[in-house]
């Protein structure tokens, strides 16, 4: 079935948003009801109110109703929470730990959450002030605190990540990272990989871990709103219904900038209503019997298939943002108090004592057996191993799959059939071998698929990319495999990424390498570095699909871009740039198959050539990545290359041998990794290199190779190492301009001759 179709069938459905008179100066201390009759055994406990409302406001909801248990373990969980907070104060001002951020008063709407939610079967995408959810769902203060002293057990990154960025793989909490946002599309792309497994038969035999009423938790802070991953989340979780809980903790700062100016109007709740089928509520979040009332509602609307909950939880900040950061700078003396005399602690405290759930010794008792469970806890920490210095590129890529190894290598002697194709054919075609090999292959993008309205299938051609590359695939295996995504790269790359930790295959396209920026904080910061930030805990293996480079006689600058080295750079990242359409289709079979995230650069200029034409390769035809080729033999010099550059320095090498000089041509075809075994021999059997690119000659990719060429090889060079690439400026839309800027086989010739005569 189609998205549109889905779409269609759908009901529209609006939870009720309460306009409550809500501020950290506004909350009311809570008002005691009339005490129930004493009972000979603990009763169910009746909370009381808490947040006066507006007269035009809506009545309240039904409260919870909890046994004395439940109501001490709620407190439990929340003394638990703020005195972790306190300990890392404590062991911070004694040099013990290196930084601490704390959860303190969030953690009431936190208990709240956890208890409505199901760790290992829901899905968890917490920000920096959720500990006590994360208590709540299972995690011990024990493996808290190994995070904060950087310990090799630490289960949340193995001494790889500051303390509060929450990850467990046991109760399903992803890896949370320090960008504010960016976990917001990944937990879309997580609920939306349970969505695509009910739409596709064929995926749900290879689907693991999935439930059909799994709920997938999402918080953030009111300072997060202002990111637009933030409404691009927003905008797909409700246009697919998705089974998100979108938790916003607001505590009316982001560090040091108060809502009012974050937010036009100051209430984020009143911009997103025109959001369809959001459920949408907001609460006292110090509160946490009202909380649970909320987040039941919230969860019981996502368990059912209803679409996304929204929740505004109004919270308070009693400490400054951080270690780092000094309140008291910006918050004056009065509104600082207020929120102490609102502390969630406090309040709930005084419930309990006020309706007699438990006594005064009783709640000291419970406190301190809280305090002594926390400094055996801290000692254990500050006694466990810190990680050895060798373990520091561990999972930097897979241990597992080695996408360089002999096991991706089926190129010798691969029988090649059928009329000879182009790139785009020789792309094409493998696609479609690997999205019937693996069920798990989801191809998505702007503009890729057929017809989004798959009612008029029949009725056109069919898009397939803007370059045909993914031309019919829709067709072949439906609108559930193969879709079109909102015109926002940070979405396409954010949902990948939610959709590999789920074990789905994201093949995603970002339809012009010019616009891959808005999803830099995705790339750079998210799926480079999942696994290498969780010490192989998780990992998300997508594939981004990039058309890229000049000329095109009329790309102009903006169509025309090729900044190879900014992503070269990146660690974790596999960067892939074929010359000709039989390496295209064996190392993007290797992009599918390997088991890290991999940049697959398709050069726009070569995709329809006719000299790097072939006829196709067997299904299992792949390349190994870090493997070159020699694609022309030589002995007078050497030129490095890739790309575009590999034909124009062809055709300069056949233009030299005229003048009785003799060039090699080594095609790295991926430039991370890259073959330095294959560089080092040419340029030892002819002692003279060129390194030739497109990017721009400052800065770029080609200057890490001509350095350690001339560090490395020194001895074997009679000349120095010649770089030739583009000017450094930008690609024009004039075509004389556009041969200027670029390099041309005559510059390539002319640096041939020099070098060869130096």
Known sequence: MSDTKVLRLVKKTEGELPEKAFTAQAVAEPKPEPKPARQPKPAPVTAIKSVPRRRDAKPPQQRPHLSREEMLQIFRTMYLSRRLDDKEIQMKSQNRIFFQISGAGHEAILVAAGMCLKPGYDWFYPYYRDRALCLQLGMTPLEMLLQSVGAEADPNSHGRQMPSHWGHKKLNIVSQSSPTGTQLLQAVGCAEAGYRIKLAKEMKRRAKNFHDDEVIYVSFGDGATSEGE????????????????????????????????????????????????????????????ESLAVMRRAVDNCRKNRGPSFVHAKVIRPYSHSLSDDEKLYRPDEERASDAEHDPIKRFGAQLLQEKVIGRDELQQLKDEIDRELNEAGDKALASPQPAPKTATQFVYSPDVDSTSKQFDSEDGAELNGNPGTIVDLINRCLHTEMKRDPRIVVFGEDIADCSREEFLDQVKGKGGVFKVTANLQREFGSARVFNTPLAEANIVGRAIGMATRGLKPVAEIQFFDYIWPAMHQIR????????????????????????????????????????????????????????????????????????????????????????????????????????KVVREGTDLSIITYGALVQRSLVAARQAEQQGISVEIVDLRTVSPYDWNAIAGSVQKTSRVIVAHEDSLSWGYGAEIAARISSELFEHLDAPVRRVGALDTFVAYAPQLEDAILPQVADVLRAITELHSY
Not at 537 to 560: D, F, M
């Open 230 to 289: 933030f409404w691009e989340a927003l905008n797909t979780a409700c246009n697919l219904k998705l089974p998100i809980v979108f938790l916003l903790e607001d505590n009316g700062y982001a560090i040091s900038v108060p809502v009012e100016v974050q937010t036009a109007g100051g209430d984020v709740s009143k911009l997103i209503r025109g959001f369809p089928n959001l459920f949408r509520q907001q609460c006292d979040g110090t509160d946490p019997i």
């Open 525 to 628: 910061n998210e799926l480079a570095l999942l696994r290498w930030r969780s010490g192989n805990e998780w990992k998300c293996p997508v594939v981004l699909r990039v058309p890229i480079g000049g000329y095109l006689k009329g790309g102009a600058i903006y169509h025309s871009q090729s900044g190879v080295s900014l992503f070269t750079q990146i660690p974790g990242l596999r960067v892939v740039y074929p010359s000709n359409a039989l390496d295209a289709n064996g190392l993007l079979r290797t992009s599918i198959r390997c088991d890290d995230p991999v940049m697959f650069l398709e050069h726009k200029h070569l995709y329809r050539q006719t000299y790097n034409k072939s006829p196709y390769p067997p299904d299992d035809f792949m390349i190994p990545f870090g493997k070159a």
